[in-house]
C-alpha cells in the first residue's frame, strides 16, 4: 500500500508540472486503445440463451439486443477509426464527448437487454442475469476508466434498468441483489480516479522521456558541434604553430648561421663585438621561441618514449661539452656522476637533454663561485616501480621560500632584483615540467638561501632494457686474430670494447686523440677502425686510408658520411660482434680511393659541416641546411630554364646566385663550378662550352643535395 500511495504522490506531482491538456489528451487516447467492444459477445449470448430457456420468447425479440450491440460496435469501430486519423491539433474534449455519447447509447441498448432478458418469478434467472451484467461491466470498466463520463453513462444506462427490474420484482433476494448491483458500480466508478492518477503518472513519465530524449539529440548535436569545433580549432593552433615555427625560425636560423660564419672572418674588436652581440641575442630569441612554443602546445598532447630508451649518462655528457665553455668562464666546476647500474631512461634522448640543458645552464647562470654537479642514480618508487633520478645541484644564492612554490609557473621568474639581471622569460623550467610529466616523471625544487639549490626530477626506467651488460653474449661469436683502431671520445666505452675484444687475440691500437687515430690510419694497416660519430668522417679522409670504419652512432645522432657501417650505441656486446662479422664477410672492399686524395671529388666538407653543427647546434644547421636546399632547387630550376634557352646572361646571374649560397656553406666544389660557369659567361665562350659548364653545375648541386640528405636524414623528409 505504501508505494501505491507513493506512486499517487508522484501522479498528483506529475500533474504539477505537465500541463492538463497534455494529460487528459494522453488519458483518450488511452480511452480510445482500450476499447474492445467484441468482448460483450459471450455475455450477450449466454443472456439470450437463459431468457429463451426460461420463458416463450420470439427469438427475433430475444436477440434484438445483441443485433443492436453488433450495429453498435460497428459504429464505435468506426470512430475508432476516425480517432487515429484526425489532427493531431484537434480538441481531445470533442473526441471525449463523442466517446461518451457512443458509450450511454451502447449502455442504453444493455438497459433494452436487460429489460427484454428479465425473467419475473425466477431469481435464479435473475442471479444469473445480474451475475452476467456484473461481469459485463467490469470488463466495460476496463475500457472506458480512463474517462469517466465515458464509464458512468455506459453504468448507469446498462446497470439502472436492471437495478429497476430487480427491485420492482420485490422480495428480499431481489432487492439485495438491486442494491449489490448499484453498489458494484459504484465501487468501479471510484476507482476511475486511481485509474486516471496511475494514467497520468504513465503520460507524465512518457511526456519527460520525450523530453530527455529531444534534449540528449539536442546535446548531441551540441556536442558534436563542440567536437567539430574543438577539432577545427586543434588544426589551426598546429597550423599556426607550424606556420610560426617555419616562417620565425627559418630566417632567424639564416641569421644566425650567417653571423655565425661573419664571426669567423676577419674582423676588428669592435665589429666582432658587435657581431657576438647579435649572436647572443639570437641564441637567445631562438630559445625564447622554443620554450614559448612548446609551452603553448596541448597539455593532453602525451610524449612516446622510444623503445629502446636513451643512454642518461650520454646525455649528461653532451650537456656538460655543451656548457663547459659557461662554467669555465665563470670559473665554476661543472661535473657528472652516473651510478654504475643507472638503467636506460624511457624518453626522448632528444628531450632529456633539453632538460638537463636548463636546468644546468640555470644553474650556471645563477651560481658565482663554487660549481654545479649532475647526479644519475636508480630509484625505485613505493610501488617498486623503477625510475631514472637526475639532480642538478649548484653552489647558488638558492631561492626564496616565498617563492618556491611558484618557479614551475610559465613566466616565472624567481626574484627579480637577481633574475632581471640575466636574460630569459621566465618559461624554461615550465617548459621542463611538461616534458618530464609527459614521459610519466616528476619534477622539483629544495633549496635553502645561502646554500645552493638542486632540482630533480625522475624519469620512468625503460622496459625494453635496463642496464648494459658487462660481458660479452652468446648471440654472435667474438672476432679474433683482427688488428683494430679504435678512438672513441669517451674513456669508459674504449675500456668497454677493449674488455669485448682483446681476450679473443684481437690486436687494439687505442687513440688517445683524434691526431693520434689519423696518424694511426694513415700509417699502419688495420682490418677495422671503431670510431665515435663525430670523428669517423676526420679518419675517413686520412690521406692512404683503405681502412674499412665502423662509426658508433649514438641515439639522434647523424649518420657519419664516411663510416661504412654505422652501429647504435650503446650496444650489447653480441651487437657489436655481429656487425663486426659482417663487415669482415660482405664488406664493400673497393674503398680504394683517399677522399682527401681527391678534394674536388668531394661534394661537401663534412668537416666544416661538422664544426658548424657543434657551434651551431643540430637543429640549427637542419634549418639553415633546409633553407640553402630550398633556395639551390629553385636556383637549380631557373638555371635548366636558362640553359634551354640559352639565356647565357640569365645563367650567368644564376650561377653567381650559386656561388654565394654555396660559398656561405663551404661547398667549395659546386662554388667553383658556379664561379666558373660565371666567368665563362662574361668572357663569352662558345655555346658548348657553356652549355658543358653549367651542367657541371647542377651536377654538383644534385651531389650535394644527396650528400646533404644522406648526412641529415631529416632534410630528405
Same mark, same amino acid.
Given at each position: ?56 420468447? /420470439? ?102 434498468? !436492471?437495478?429497476?427490474?430487480? *427491485? ?11 442494491? %449489490? ?6 465501487? &468501479? ?98 630559445? !625564447? *621561441? ?10 593532453? /598532447?602525451? +610524449?612516446?618514449?622510444?623503445?629502446? #630508451? ?9 650537456? +656538460? ?38 636546468? @644546468? ?104 632494457? $635496463? ?10 661469436? =667474438? ?34 686523440? %683524434? ?27 686520412? =690521406?692512404?686510408?683503405?681502412? =674499412?670504419?665502423?662509426? &658508433? ?25 655481429? $656487425? ?11 674503398? $680504394? ?14 668537416? @666544416?659541416?661538422?664544426? *658548424? ?25 631557373? *638555371? ?47 655555346? #658548348? ?29
Amino acid at each position: 500500500m505504501q508505494n501505491v500511495y507513493e506512486d499517487l504522490q508522484t501522479a498528483e506531482a506529475a500533474e504539477e508540472t505537465v500541463p492538463e491538456r497534455v494529460l487528459f489528451a494522453g488519458r483518450i487516447t488511452a480511452l480510445f486503445a482500450l476499447s474492445q467492444h467484441y468482448l460483450f459477445l459471450p455475455f450477450a449470448a449466454l443472456c439470450m440463451a437463459a431468457a429463451l430457456f426460461h420463458q416463450t420468447l /420470439d427469438i427475433w425479440i430475444a436477440s434484438l439486443p445483441l443485433v443492436l450491440q453488433i450495429a453498435a460496435t460497428v459504429a464505435v469501430g468506426r470512430l475508432k477509426a476516425a480517432f487515429e486519423a484526425r489532427d493531431r491539433r484537434d480538441d481531445p474534449l470533442v473526441w471525449a464527448q463523442r466517446y461518451t455519447i457512443f458509450s450511454g447509447v451502447v449502455g442504453a441498448i444493455w438497459g433494452v437487454g436487460a429489460i427484454i432478458w428479465f425473467v419475473p418469478d425466477s431469481f435464479p434467472a435473475q442471479a444469473y442475469l445480474s451475475l452476467a451484467f456484473l461481469g459485463l461491466t467490469a470488463t466495460e470498466f476496463i475500457a472506458r476508466s480512463a474517462h469517466r463520463p465515458a464509464y458512468l453513462a455506459h453504468a448507469a444506462l446498462s446497470l439502472g434498468p !436492471l437495478a429497476v427490474m430487480l *427491485l420492482i420484482e420485490g422480495g428480499p433476494y431481489a432487492m439485495m441483489s438491486s442494491v %449489490l448491483v448499484m453498489f458494484f458500480g459504484g465501487v &468501479l466508478y471510484s476507482y476511475c480516479g486511481t485509474i486516471e492518477r496511475m494514467l497520468n503518472e504513465s503520460i507524465k513519465l512518457r511526456y519527460d522521456n520525450a523530453e530527455l530524449v529531444s534534449d540528449l539529440s539536442r546535446q548531441k548535436l551540441e556536442a558534436e558541434a563542440a567536437r567539430d569545433a574543438a577539432m577545427a580549432s586543434e588544426r589551426a593552433k598546429s597550423a599556426f604553430f607550424a606556420t610560426i615555427s617555419h616562417e620565425l625560425r627559418t630566417p632567424l636560423n639564416a641569421i644566425l648561421g650567417m653571423s655565425q660564419l661573419l664571426e669567423r672572418s676577419e674582423l676588428d674588436d669592435t665589429q666582432r663585438n658587435h657581431v657576438k652581440v647579435m649572436l647572443d641575442a639570437g641564441r637567445g630569441l631562438t630559445t !625564447l *621561441l622554443d620554450d614559448v612554443i612548446e609551452l603553448a602546445r596541448g597539455q593532453d /598532447d602525451r +610524449a612516446i618514449a622510444p623503445d629502446d #630508451g636513451a643512454d642518461a649518462a650520454q646525455a649528461a655528457r653532451t650537456v +656538460a661539452r655543451l656548457l663547459q665553455p659557461n662554467a669555465w668562464e665563470k670559473r665554476l666546476r661543472l661535473s657528472i656522476h652516473v651510478a654504475a647500474d643507472t638503467p636506460l631512461a624511457a624518453v626522448d634522448p632528444r628531450q632529456l637533454r633539453r632538460v638537463l640543458l636548463k636546468l @644546468a645552464g640555470n644553474a650556471i647562470k645563477f651560481t658565482e663561485k663554487g660549481g654545479v654537479e649532475i647526479v644519475i642514480a636508480p630509484y625505485a618508487s613505493e610501488d617498486g616501480r623503477e625510475f631514472v633520478r637526475f639532480r642538478v645541484e649548484d653552489t647558488g644564492p638558492g631561492i626564496p621560500p616565498e617563492i618556491l612554490d611558484g618557479v614551475f609557473e610559465p613566466f616565472a621568474r624567481g626574484d627579480e632584483s637577481y633574475s632581471r639581471q640575466h636574460n630569459g622569460a621566465g618559461v624554461g623550467l615550465a617548459v621542463s615540467r611538461r616534458i618530464v610529466e609527459s614521459f610519466g616523471g616528476e619534477i622539483g625544487v629544495t633549496s635553502e638561501l645561502g646554500s645552493g639549490t638542486t632540482f630533480w626530477f625522475t624519469i620512468p626506467a625503460s622496459q625494453a632494457s $635496463t642496464h648494459m651488460s658487462d660481458s660479452p653474449r652468446d648471440d654472435a661469436p =667474438p672476432p679474433s686474430a683482427l688488428s683494430f683502431l679504435v678512438f672513441v671520445a669517451n674513456e669508459d666505452d674504449r675500456k668497454q670494447i677493449e674488455a669485448w675484444l682483446s681476450p679473443f687475440g684481437n690486436r687494439l691500437l687505442l687513440a688517445g686523440t %683524434l691526431a693520434e687515430a689519423v696518424g694511426a690510419a694513415g700509417r699502419e694497416s688495420f682490418d677495422l677502425v671503431i670510431a665515435g660519430a663525430d670523428s669517423a668522417d676526420a679518419i675517413a679522409a686520412t =690521406p692512404g686510408s683503405r681502412v =674499412p670504419i665502423l662509426a &658508433l652512432t649514438p641515439p639522434d645522432t647523424r649518420q657519419p658520411e664516411g663510416a661504412d657501417v654505422v652501429l647504435r650505441w650503446p650496444a650489447r656486446a653480441g651487437a657489436l660482434y655481429a $656487425t663486426i662479422a659482417q663487415m669482415a664477410g660482405g664488406l664493400d672492399a673497393k674503398r $680504394t680511393v683517399s677522399k682527401s686524395a681527391n678534394p674536388e671529388a668531394a661534394a661537401i666538407d663534412a668537416k @666544416a659541416i661538422a664544426e *658548424l653543427e657543434r657551434s651551431l647546434g643540430l637543429k640549427t644547421l637542419i634549418d639553415i641546411l633546409q633553407s640553402y636546399l630550398e633556395s639551390a632547387d629553385g636556383l637549380a630550376k631557373a *638555371l635548366n630554364q636558362a640553359l634551354t634557352n640559352e639565356d647565357w646572361t640569365q645563367a650567368g646571374r644564376v650561377a653567381q646566385d650559386f656561388a654565394g649560397a654555396a660559398g656561405g656553406l663551404g661547398l667549395a666544389a659546386l662554388t667553383a663550378a658556379a664561379r666558373a660557369l660565371n666567368q665563362a659567361t662574361r668572357d663569352g665562350q662558345p655555346a #658548348g662550352d657553356l652549355k658543358s659548364s653549367a651542367g657541371n653545375v647542377l651536377s654538383q648541386h644534385i651531389r650535394v643535395r644527396d650528400a646533404l640528405q644522406r648526412l641529415y636524414p631529416d632534410l630528405a623528409a
